[in-house]
């Protein structure tokens, strides 16, 4: 096998392990919806609370499965940040795209900044400098320095972020100057 | 306005016109009594966030305890068909302030703010000389107003207005001011009874508005392990997750659908307790026999009915508020339920017909003093539910007319309108718009019409 064609597979590698994510995402958002309590009323706890559960951890913790897959086969970090990204930025449209059954488009695309998504986007953020950070420890050579302080700086301000979107006064301030921004907007 | 201040001409017709009658012998004495101020009762009004009307003992909940809101009931009116017209927090509680719907006072969501211009309950009353008093959660977008007739504005601005639990800052006539009580239930109801209970030559007016049972549903440290092993008597199509899938989250309900309706049990009974301890001040204060007390909530909530979470939609859980009236002396026969329909715009003119006022033409709620009178006055025929998009809540705009058998749904945006069968269907599940008989829906439409357009039918 080439170089060439071993840095594709690897690289091919990363984003079946993305799309499989995506898959799952997509999968449970669809199978959560169901009408379980008209279909099979006895099904509808169990499945509505397994398939709620695999859809916010697809969500949420992808990129710990997509992240650490793809590099640690020698994906290229960005062919890395491209499979982590896919999962939550698919979502983010698909709820964009539902909400304009209640919103105008302008108001549905603001709507895709919501402070959930970023968020999701500050975690994914914070997992890949997580993984990244872990990766370069693990594949140092002895007495080589482990270059881990980029990717630590990242967990660090992506969980900040995340603070901020999310849990800062139970999200409740950022969440009032996104709805501020909207009330700028339109 | 009908309140209008008394000229210094009037009075010396008034004079003279006493004189004459005290010296002819044709002195109205019961007629001039009953427009002595001090006749007026007091007034109390319990306002609570999110509280379901059947999540009280007396109307059945399976394991929720509400003794001191039961006896409210049982010394008064419990109106099983209460309604909000608008289903969320400030154009609700602004209904209640103006008895106008939210399209008329212009607190259509929690985004637009409250008009100076709007006249209050409270301020027609000061004018007939009660002592007023806000105390609690105002919450309306907008700064906090200069409320015209209120003698004492307590209330906070902490979470965007939403105030919190524990240790809310306070906002006392315009200043900043820490709570003495860690639990804001608590410190509320101090203030209430510290208002309620001062030496004062006018009849009072209190309106006190609770954060309770908003989330996110901290109840006071003795009450955490209460109902910790109690079935939870939610729906059938209610799930775990309910509370943080499509768009769910912006309710503020990130967690297990149980351990939040745990917790909403708790503080509804921690505010029985402090409802409780005002009642019993009012009765060792000797004031309880001369004070009207109401006790109601600005919206429903959904614990996973209709696989939703929060409020807003027109369906029953959510549009239902508990509403129940203590008057003694004025209720015929007391601890009865009544079946009539009536809404949050009603309060306004119920108090001031209570007080003497007309309410005049800008109020569109009706008084339900009649029913309190007498048990078989009959009430309305219909009433109009509107929502206006409240970004970014999943929720479109709504409009809708309630039967007293009926509810017709129309949605802004692409959802189609629904159509439910009340005594048959009670639970909304099958929209009867695919079988409905065109005249029936034509007359819907046309009564929807009419109340957007008139407020009334």
Same mark, same amino acid.
């Given at each position: 096998?080439?170089?060439?064609?071993?840095?594709?597979?690897?690289?091919?590698?990363?984003?079946?392990?993305?799309?499989?994510?995506?898959?799952?995402?997509?999968?449970?958002?669809?199978?959560?919806?169901?009408?379980?309590?008209?279909?099979?009323?006895?099904?509808?706890?169990?499945?509505?609370?397994?398939?709620?559960?695999?859809?916010?951890?697809?969500?949420?913790?992808?990129?710990?499965?997509?992240?650490? *897959?793809?590099?640690?086969?020698?994906?290229?970090?960005?062919?890395?940040?491209?499979?982590? *990204?896919?999962?939550?930025?698919?979502?983010?449209?698909?709820?964009?795209?539902?909400?304009?059954?209640?919103?105008?488009?302008?108001?549905?695309?603001?709507?895709?900044?919501?402070?959930?998504?970023?968020?999701?986007?500050?975690?994914?953020?914070?997992?890949?400098?997580?993984?990244?950070?872990?990766?370069?420890?693990?594949?140092?050579?002895?007495?080589?320095?482990?270059?881990?302080?980029?990717?630590?700086?990242?967990?660090?301000?992506?969980?900040?972020?995340?603070?901020?979107?999310?849990?800062?006064?139970?999200?409740?301030?950022?969440?009032?100057?996104?709805?501020?921004?909207?009330?700028?907007?339109? | 306005?009908?309140? #209008?201040?008394?000229?210094?001409?009037?009075?010396?017709?008034?004079?003279?016109?006493?004189?004459?009658?005290?010296?002819?012998?044709?002195?109205?004495?019961?007629?001039?009594?009953?427009?002595?101020?001090?006749?007026?009762?007091?007034?109390?009004?319990?306002?609570?966030?999110?509280?379901?009307?059947?999540?009280?003992?007396?109307?059945?909940?399976?394991?929720?305890?509400?003794?001191?809101?039961?006896?409210?009931?049982?010394?008064?009116?419990?109106?099983?068909?209460?309604?909000?017209?608008?289903?969320?927090?400030?154009?609700?509680?602004?209904?209640?302030?103006?008895?106008?719907?939210?399209?008329?006072?212009?607190?259509?969501?929690?985004?637009?703010?409250?008009?100076?211009?709007?006249?209050?309950?409270?301020?027609?009353? #000061?004018?007939?000389?009660?002592?007023?008093?806000?105390?609690?959660?105002?919450?309306?977008?907008?700064?906090?107003?200069?409320?015209?007739?209120?003698?004492?504005?307590?209330?906070?601005?902490?979470?965007?207005?939403?105030?919190?639990?524990?240790?809310?800052?306070?906002?006392?006539?315009?200043?900043?001011?820490?709570?003495?009580?860690?639990?804001?239930?608590?410190?509320?109801?101090?203030?209430?009874?510290?208002?309620?209970?001062?030496?004062?030559?006018?009849?009072?007016?209190?309106?006190?508005?609770? #954060?309770?049972?908003?989330?996110?549903?901290?109840?006071?440290?003795?009450?955490?392990?209460?109902?910790?092993?109690?079935?939870?008597?939610?729906?059938?199509?209610?799930?775990?997750?309910?509370?943080?899938?499509?768009?769910?989250?912006?309710?503020?309900?990130?967690?297990?659908?149980?351990?939040?309706?745990?917790?909403?049990?708790?503080?509804?009974?921690?505010?029985?307790?402090?409802?409780?301890?005002?009642?019993?001040?009012?009765?060792?204060?000797?004031?309880?026999?001369?004070?009207?007390?109401?006790?109601?909530?600005?919206?429903?909530?959904?614990?996973?009915?209709?696989?939703?979470?929060?409020?807003?939609?027109?369906?029953?859980?959510?549009?239902?508020?508990?509403?129940?009236?203590?008057?003694?002396?004025?209720?015929?026969?007391?601890?009865?339920?009544?079946?009539?329909?009536?809404?949050?715009?009603?309060?306004?003119?119920?108090?001031?017909?209570?007080?003497?006022? #007309?309410?005049?033409?800008?109020?569109?709620?009706?008084?339900?003093?009649?029913?309190?009178?007498?048990?078989?006055?009959?009430?309305?025929?219909?009433?109009?539910?509107?929502?206006?998009?409240?970004?970014?809540?999943?929720?479109?705009?709504?409009?809708?007319?309630?039967?007293?058998?009926?509810?017709?749904?129309?949605?802004?945006?692409?959802?189609?309108?629904?159509?439910?069968?009340?005594?048959?269907?009670?639970?909304?599940?099958?929209?009867?718009?695919?079988?409905?008989?065109?005249?029936?829906?034509?007359?819907?439409?046309?009564?929807?019409?009419?109340?957007?357009?008139?407020?009334?039918?």
């Amino acid at each position: 096998m080439t170089a060439v064609a071993g840095s594709k597979r690897r690289q091919f590698g990363c984003w079946i392990a993305g799309a499989a994510v995506l898959l799952m995402m997509a999968a449970a958002k669809v199978l959560y919806n169901m009408p379980w309590p008209e279909l099979a009323p006895a099904l509808h706890q169990p499945a509505a609370f397994i398939f709620a559960l695999l859809l916010n951890v697809s969500i949420v913790f992808g990129p710990s499965v997509i992240y650490p *897959l793809g590099r640690f086969r020698g994906a290229a970090p960005r062919i890395c940040i491209m499979a982590c *990204l896919l999962t939550p930025v698919v979502w983010n449209i698909w709820e964009i795209i539902r909400v304009t059954a209640y919103f105008s488009v302008a108001e549905s695309l603001y709507y895709g900044l919501n402070p959930l998504f970023l968020g999701a986007l500050a975690f994914t953020a914070a997992q890949m400098g997580f993984w990244e950070a872990v990766y370069r420890v693990r594949r140092k050579e002895p007495g080589e320095k482990a270059h881990a302080a980029g990717p630590i700086f990242i967990v660090l301000a992506s969980l900040a972020l995340v603070y901020v979107f999310c849990f800062w006064a139970m999200g409740q301030h950022w969440f009032y100057l996104y709805q501020a921004g909207y009330k700028a907007l339109f | 306005m009908s309140e #209008k201040p008394i000229s210094r001409r009037d009075v010396l017709k008034l004079m003279a016109g006493a004189s004459l009658a005290g010296a002819t012998g044709l002195f109205p004495g019961p007629l001039f009594a009953a427009r002595q101020k001090n006749a007026l009762p007091n007034i109390v009004f319990i306002l609570t966030d999110d509280h379901r009307a059947d999540h009280l003992g007396c109307t059945g909940h399976p394991f929720l305890k509400t003794p001191h809101l039961d006896r409210l009931a049982g010394e008064g009116v419990l109106f099983e068909n209460a309604f909000v017209t608008t289903s969320l927090c400030s154009p609700s509680r602004a209904s209640f302030l103006t008895g106008q719907y939210a399209h008329t006072h212009g607190v259509r969501n929690n985004l637009t703010p409250w008009q100076n211009e709007n006249v209050t309950f409270l301020e027609r009353l #000061k004018r007939v000389g009660y002592d007023t008093g806000f105390i609690g959660k105002w919450h309306m977008p907008g700064r906090l107003p200069q409320l015209r007739g209120v003698d004492e504005f307590v209330t906070f601005t902490a979470r965007g207005g939403q105030g919190q639990y524990w240790d809310c800052p306070l906002i006392v006539n315009g200043k900043q001011t820490p709570s003495n009580k860690r639990y804001i239930t608590d410190e509320l109801t101090d203030r209430a009874m510290a208002f309620a209970g001062r030496d004062r030559q006018n009849p009072f007016c209190l309106y006190l508005s609770l #954060k309770a049972a908003h989330h996110d549903w901290l109840p006071p440290e003795e009450l955490k392990g209460l109902y910790a092993d109690a079935a939870l008597p939610l729906a059938p199509e209610a799930d775990t997750w309910v509370t943080m899938t499509n768009g769910a989250m912006f309710a503020g309900t990130a967690g297990p659908l149980q351990y939040h309706y745990r917790n909403y049990c708790r503080v509804l009974t921690a505010v029985d307790h402090y409802v409780g301890r005002f009642l019993d001040f009012l009765d060792k204060k000797g004031l309880a026999d001369n004070t009207i007390v109401i006790y109601a909530g600005d919206n429903g909530y959904f614990w996973g009915e209709h696989r939703l979470i929060d409020k807003r939609w027109a369906y029953e859980e959510s549009i239902r508020v508990p509403f129940i009236v203590r008057a003694p002396g004025l209720i015929r026969g007391p601890g009865r339920r009544a079946g009539q329909m009536v809404l949050n715009i009603d309060l306004a003119p119920t108090l001031l017909e209570i007080a003497g006022i #007309k309410p005049g033409p800008a109020i569109e709620g009706q008084s339900i003093l009649p029913i309190l009178k007498s048990p078989g006055t009959p009430g309305r025929e219909a009433w109009l539910y509107e929502y206006f998009s409240d970004f970014p809540y999943n929720v479109p705009g709504i409009d809708a007319v309630r039967t007293k058998d009926r509810i017709y749904i129309e949605y802004q945006g692409r959802c189609p309108p629904e159509l439910y069968d009340l005594e048959a269907d009670p639970r909304q599940r099958k929209n009867l718009m695919d079988r409905v008989d065109a005249r029936e829906l034509t007359g819907l439409r046309d009564m929807l019409a009419t109340l957007k357009r008139e407020g009334r039918l």
